[in-house]
C-alpha cells in the first residue's frame, strides 16, 4: 500500500503525529530538491498546491502539499503562514515568498526562480540549482537531461472544478511525471494528485510503502 493512501486525506491525518511526520518528510525532500547547491541528490516529488487563502493551503497541506502558491496575496498573508507552516514553501509574488517567478526578485532574496521553459531557464542569472523549469509533459525528459529541476502544471489541462476532482487524465500524466522524475507537480486537487504521485514512485521503488504485509503459511 502506498504510503500516502493512509496518511494523506484530511479524514485520515487529524493527529499531530501524523502532521509531524509528513512536515518531517516535507522538509527532507525539499532539502534535497532545493539543496543540490550543497551537493544533495535531488529525490522525490513535491505537491505545489495552487490555494486561494491561508485556510485553503492549510488543507493542502494536510493533504500532502509540499509547496502552497498565494499568487497575489497579501505579504502579510504569505509571512503569516510561512510562520504557522514551517517546512512547507510558499510560491507568492511578494519578496516574503520561497518560490517566485520574478528573475529580479529572485536575484534580490534568493528565493527560487519558476522559468517558463528551457530557454528561459538557459538564460536566467540565478543559479541552477536555485532554478525550477516549468515545462510541458512531454518535454520532461530534456529538462531532466539536461540537469534542471522541472515542473508540470497540470492546471494547464482539464478541470472539472474542485469539488468534482482531477480529470482522470491529469491524473495519469501526474504519474507518468512521476515516474519519468519530475521535482514538482502544481494542482489544485492536491489530495488526488498525491495519491496519484506515491503510488507511481512506490511501484517504482523510490518510496516506501506506508505498511508491508508478509504472508504467512
Known amino acids: 500500500m502506498a504510503e500516502g493512501d493512509s496518511d494523506h486525506p484530511d479524514d485520515y ?9 509528513w512536515h518531517t518528510r516535507n522538509r527532507a525532500m525539499l532539502g534535497a530538491m532545493v539543496g543540490a547547491r550543497r551537493g544533495l541528490p535531488v529525490q522525490g516529488t513535491a505537491l505545489l498546491a ?3 487563502n491561508a485556510a485553503d493551503a492549510a488543507s493542502a497541506v494536510r493533504a500532502g502539499a ?15 503562514f510561512r510562520a504557522s507552516h514551517p517546512g512547507i514553501l510558499v510560491c507568492a ?11 529580479a526578485m529572485a536575484l534580490r532574496t534568493g528565493a527560487i526562480l519558476i522559468c517558463a521553459g528551457l530557454p528561459a531557464a538557459a538564460g536566467a542569472l540565478v ?4 532554478l525550477l523549469v516549468d515545462v510541458r509533459p512531454a518535454m520532461l525528459p530534456r529538462a531532466i ?19 468534482a476532482g482531477p480529470d482522470a487524465g491529469s491524473l495519469a500524466i501526474a504519474a507518468i511525471c512521476a515516474w519519468l522524475g519530475v521535482a514538482v507537480v502544481r494542482t489544485s486537487h492536491p489530495r488526488q494528485v498525491r495519491r496519484a504521485l506515491d503510488m507511481a514512485e512506490s511501484i517504482r521503488g523510490t518510496r516506501p510503502p506506508a505498511r508491508t504485509v508478509r504472508g504467512l503459511a
Open 50 to 52: 495552487v490555494a486561494g
Open 66 to 80: 509540499a509547496l502552497v502558491d498565494l499568487g497575489m496575496a497579501d505579504p502579510a498573508v504569505t509571512s503569516a
Open 127 to 130: 543559479p541552477r540549482s536555485q
Open 93 to 103: 509574488a511578494c519578496e516574503q515568498a520561497d518560490v517566485v517567478r520574478d528573475p
Open 13 to 21: 491525518r487529524g493527529g499531530n503525529d501524523y502532521q509531524h511526520h
Open 145 to 163: 537531461a539536461a540537469g534542471y529541476a522541472a515542473l508540470v502544471d497540470l492546471r494547464d489541462g482539464p478541470d472539472h472544478g474542485l469539488d
